[in-house]
């Protein structure tokens, strides 16, 4: 049998980092003479760890799945991984050292999709309420009503009908009724609900026309039913409210990422980021503030068949208002914050019946839809899509783009092929957002093409048993298909979607990881239920779809993702075995300790 130790010198000391392995007697002499060289390092505190981990399980996530009982860093760097006899020499001296009494230790989590600019500021103004049902909003609007003058805009944000005890968006009528003098804003993302102050003071009438890709529904009559289909920008929204300063915003960012740091997040892939929030990541770095590593999607909204002006937003989005060029492609910047791939929005959403599917979605008062043909919204044509992201990529830009129906991946595959057919793209991991539905033909697509994606199990959780009411099982099976992904030997990564509230489980949508690996090792629906249960991850795979996935990814995984000697010290420990405990008591885990770059950024007392 042979004897394994690995041990790394730091790689900006030395430059490398190999693992060393022993075998037979003849190469003993040479392990004596590389231990005593490493020992003498040691003591002249040239490699000595100034922080480690003993007692534990460490769970290294590495290609083996391998599980050790020490780990020492020296700096930012994991210097060691293995038995307490084998690191414990290398502690330096005045090094602190965490006695873990057996607890877990693993790497750092990656939240592979979230919007924690904004969702830092959006209880700024006081807590949002959490609505269960349609009742719970009329009396929300009705009090809101009371305490507003005449006239003062109301909103909900992001309250979808999936998660309402009625499983529907509320009628004008409703609307009205809860607040005839004031105007009410119904956020759902894609989807908005407006009652018919809004309307009036928005000047949306029978005669307005549908902007382009959007749509005013209307009744028989071919009056405006208060449902706005990705064409919430024809109201005229005023927020009441105050809104936060440059240093309250800084202020709000470091608190979301304490919370996410709270529940082992070490890293998270930004959605959606523009210039100010990209300054604000780089100032929060400089300052030696920032707690999370961010690689920042950046987002185009193309005008509909207008190619010219898409390159010249193309170009602009790299240049920035300085003129500088420090805002891509892809690649720009460093470990702690990177510009990712470009995105659009190529569809609506799921929860609120826009995402574009391959078959018409069906009647029903869920989604208040009324054509029988009606598949939802395609927001980007093929044609203008193939062009920009050819030119985007020969740009040096890697691609995704937010696709929630079958059909919007079909599309988007179609471009990637398209895109292959001019330039080799199988090794640049381009990426699906999101890719909740998919099929057997996407698969063997995204195996050929070498795709990547992010999933949201808080959406099978939260909305699975409303979906299937609304689909079926025939094309709910196709559902976040997790399982099957890693059968085919792809790579997607577990993101939340965050993006409104604070709370990681009442949040839209829940961010807490713990929940989401529970999700996708159970598929339980809130409702109650299993759906799909031939799809459940196991505890390997859940554990690296929230780890090591999220760096590969973003081509991060020689880096972080896996307690490695070399790579980051982004790790984090936990109060339990998420390997051993019954799987029902994963989603309560507790962080008791969370090192980001060698630091201790979390540690309960």
Not at 316 to 327: A, F, I, S, T
């Amino acid at each position: 049998m042979p004897f394994q130790l690995e041990v790394g010198f730091l790689r900006c000391q030395c430059g490398w980092v190999r693992n060393l392995t022993v075998w037979r007697a003849p190469y003993l002499l040479a392990l004596i003479l590389w231990l005593a060289v490493v020992f003498a390092h040691s003591v002249r505190g040239e490699v000595a760890a100034d922080l480690a981990i003993t007692n534990a399980n460490v769970l290294t996530v590495d290609d083996h799945f391998s599980q050790a009982q020490a780990i020492a860093i020296r700096g930012e760097y994991i210097v060691a991984v293995g038995s307490n006899s084998a690191v414990v020499p290398l502690i330096g001296k005045g090094a602190r050292v965490v006695d873990a009494r057996g607890k877990m230790v693993l790497p750092g989590l990656c939240d592979s999709h979230t919007h924690t600019y904004r969702a830092a500021v959006s209880e700024f103004s006081g807590p949002l309420p959490v609505l269960k049902s349609l009742i719970d909003a009329f009396q929300f609007i009705r009090q809101k009503a009371a305490n507003q003058p005449p006239g003062s805009w109301i909103l909900l944000e992001r309250v979808y009908p999936t998660r309402l005890k009625e499983g529907r968006l509320p009628t004008l009528a409703e609307l009205d009724a809860a607040a005839p003098n004031n105007p009410v804003y119904w956020n759902c993302g894609p989807v908005s609900m407006a009652n018919s102050k809004a309307l009036q003071i928005s000047h949306i009438t029978r005669e307005t026309p549908d902007p382009v890709p959007g749509q005013i529904v209307r009744d028989a009559a071919g009056e405006p039913t208060g449902l706005l289909r990705n064409a919430a920008q024809l109201l005229k929204f005023a927020a009441s409210a105050r809104q936060p300063t440059a240093a309250e915003q800084r202020e709000a960012v470091k608190h979301i990422y304490h919370l996410y740091n709270r529940q082992g997040i070490t890293s998270i892939c930004e959605r959606r980021t523009e210039f100010e929030a990209i300054d604000l990541f780089r100032d929060l770095e400089r300052s030696g503030e920032l707690t999370v590593r961010i690689n920042c999607t950046r987002l185009m909204e193309p005008v509909p068949r207008q190619l010219e002006t898409a390159l010249t937003q193309l170009d602009e989005m790299v240049r920035g208002p300085d003129g500088y060029g420090h805002y891509g492609p892809t690649g720009v910047g460093d470990d702690w914050v990177r510009i990712g791939p470009l995105k659009v929005f190529l569809d609506g959403g799921v929860l609120i019946g826009t995402a574009f599917m391959r078959e018409p979605w069906g009647c029903g008062q869920t989604y208040q839809i009324t054509d029988p043909a009606y598949r939802g919204l395609l927001n980007v044509q093929p044609e203008l899509l193939d062009a920009l992201y050819l030119a985007a990529a020969k740009r040096g830009w890697r691609l995704t783009a937010h696709c929630t129906g079958e059909a919007a991946v079909d599309v988007l595959l179609d471009c990637y092929q398209n895109i292959q057919k001019e330039m080799d793209i199988r090794s640049r991991r381009f990426e699906i957002c999101h890719a909740n539905f998919q099929s057997a033909e996407n698969f063997a697509r995204c195996r050929q093409l070498g795709i990547v994606a992010d999933m949201q199990p808080a959406w099978l959780y939260k909305d699975g048993a409303s979906l299937l009411k609304t689909l079926g099982d025939r094309r709910m099976r196709w559902f976040e298909p997790l399982k099957s992904w890693f059968d085919n030997n792809l790579i997607i990564a577990g993101g939340s979607d965050h993006m409104v509230g604070l709370d990681s489980f009442d949040s839209t949508n829940p961010w807490n990881p713990w929940l989401g690996m529970w999700i996708a090792l159970t598929r339980h629906t809130e409702q109650g239920g299993v759906l799909n249960p031939a799809e459940c991850l196991t505890r390997e795979q859940a554990i690296r779809f929230y780890t090591i996935n999220g760096a590969r990814i973003n081509f991060d995984e020689n880096k972080k993702g896996s307690l490695q000697p070399g790579k980051y010290a982004d790790l984090i420990m936990v109060d339990r075995d998420l390997l051993q405990c019954p799987v029902d008591e994963i989603r309560d885990t507790k962080v008791m300790l969370t090192i980001v770059d060698g630091k201790v950024v979390w540690e309960k007392k």
